[in-house]
């Protein structure tokens, strides 16, 4: 079999086919991968019914991973994440945002399994950081270029929503205090491909230090908005086994959040990064 990779737009996305991902990974095909990630930014895989360990060993064949100081961890491999919305637990990733910017290494990337699907709804959209830099003017990528942001993890993980029983809280107290703020660079340079692009992200950027209030308010908007434009995204209708694995170094997503009252679980291992500059 060799591995056919199909691009879904010219700035980010390719569908990926050819590959059985319930298999362990070739060293060749984990080569491919990655050359593809760098090139589109997000795979997607269709009917990988992958177990929880199996997504885990997939994960690691591109790193470490991720222990999420917050989200419910899967019995089987304590590595994956459950995400399971419903009525009871709404969705909340409806913001578009890199994951774990509020630590000084953020992941490298993630790789997501769609388990449980409403009939409808529950898309996700992947943006370029890379694409919507490169579409800013000339003198607004130089203001840009020296200025560094501060990342919060109380902003998407706020107690009302996260500490709501006594054991929450003891699990959010401890992820408060292990996650001070964090400052990064508002551009990042990709390490692998040196492309630059934007690393400012509506869910847990806080501010721009360098920057007033009101003008990093005014200037961080403006950057959400544009970075969300159609030409720097693509999105995804999910199939149940369905996967996706996404560039978080340069990237942003965003969970429609349109499926209540049906529920929907997904699965997520998170391969850990490094620090950005
Ligand atoms: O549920 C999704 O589609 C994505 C949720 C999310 O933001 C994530 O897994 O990092
Ligand atoms: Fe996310």
Redesign the pocket.
Same mark, same amino acid.
């Given at each position: 079999m060799t591995l056919d990779i199909r691009p879904l737009g010219p700035a980010i996305g390719a569908l990926v086919s050819n590959i059985d991902l319930t298999e362990p990974l070739r060293n060749t095909d984990r080569d491919t991968l990655q050359t593809a990630l760098l090139q589109h930014h997000v795979l997607f895989f269709e009917n990988q019914p992958v177990t929880p360990v199996q997504q885990r060993d997939l994960a690691r064949a591109f790193g470490e991973l991720h222990i999420h100081p917050v989200y419910p961890q899967h019995p089987e491999a304590s590595e994956i994440i459950v995400?399971d919305t419903h009525n009871d637990n709404p969705p909340d990733?409806d913001n578009w &945002?890199t994951?774990v910017t509020f630590i000084k290494t953020p992941p490298l990337g993630?790789i997501?399994s769609a388990r449980v699907l409403p009939p409808h709804g529950g898309d996700?959209l992947w943006a370029s950081g890379i694409a919507a830099y490169e579409a800013l003017s000339e003198p607004l990528r130089r203001f840009l270029d020296p200025l560094r942001a501060e990342h919060s993890f109380v902003q998407s993980f706020p107690a009302w929503r996260y500490a709501r029983t006594p054991e929450e809280r003891k699990t959010w107290e401890a992820a408060v205090a292990k996650s001070p703020e964090v400052t990064h660079p508002v551009v990042r340079t990709h390490p692998v491909s040196g492309k630059h692009g934007l690393f400012v992200n509506e869910g847990f950027t806080s501010r721009i230090v360098d920057l007033a209030k009101a003008e990093s308010d005014a200037l961080l908007a403006f950057l959400r908005v544009h970075l969300a434009k159609p030409e720097f995204t693509v999105r995804w209708r999910w199939k149940q086994y369905d996967l996706a694995f996404w560039d978080n170094r340069l990237t942003q &997503?965003y969970?429609t959040a349109d499926y209540l009252p049906h529920r929907r679980v997904?699965h997520?291992a998170t391969i850990l990064g490094d620090a950005p500059f």
């Amino acid at each position: 079999m060799t591995l056919d990779i199909r691009p879904l737009g010219p700035a980010i996305g390719a569908l990926v086919s050819n590959i059985d991902l319930t298999e362990p990974l070739r060293n060749t095909d984990r080569d491919t991968l990655q050359t593809a990630l760098l090139q589109h930014h997000v795979l997607f895989f269709e009917n990988q019914p992958v177990t929880p360990v199996q997504q885990r060993d997939l994960a690691r064949a591109f790193g470490e991973l991720h222990i999420h100081p917050v989200y419910p961890q899967h019995p089987e491999a304590s590595e994956i994440i459950v995400l399971d919305t419903h009525n009871d637990n709404p969705p909340d990733n409806d913001n578009w &945002h890199t994951d774990v910017t509020f630590i000084k290494t953020p992941p490298l990337g993630a790789i997501l399994s769609a388990r449980v699907l409403p009939p409808h709804g529950g898309d996700t959209l992947w943006a370029s950081g890379i694409a919507a830099y490169e579409a800013l003017s000339e003198p607004l990528r130089r203001f840009l270029d020296p200025l560094r942001a501060e990342h919060s993890f109380v902003q998407s993980f706020p107690a009302w929503r996260y500490a709501r029983t006594p054991e929450e809280r003891k699990t959010w107290e401890a992820a408060v205090a292990k996650s001070p703020e964090v400052t990064h660079p508002v551009v990042r340079t990709h390490p692998v491909s040196g492309k630059h692009g934007l690393f400012v992200n509506e869910g847990f950027t806080s501010r721009i230090v360098d920057l007033a209030k009101a003008e990093s308010d005014a200037l961080l908007a403006f950057l959400r908005v544009h970075l969300a434009k159609p030409e720097f995204t693509v999105r995804w209708r999910w199939k149940q086994y369905d996967l996706a694995f996404w560039d978080n170094r340069l990237t942003q &997503h965003y969970a429609t959040a349109d499926y209540l009252p049906h529920r929907r679980v997904m699965h997520r291992a998170t391969i850990l990064g490094d620090a950005p500059f």
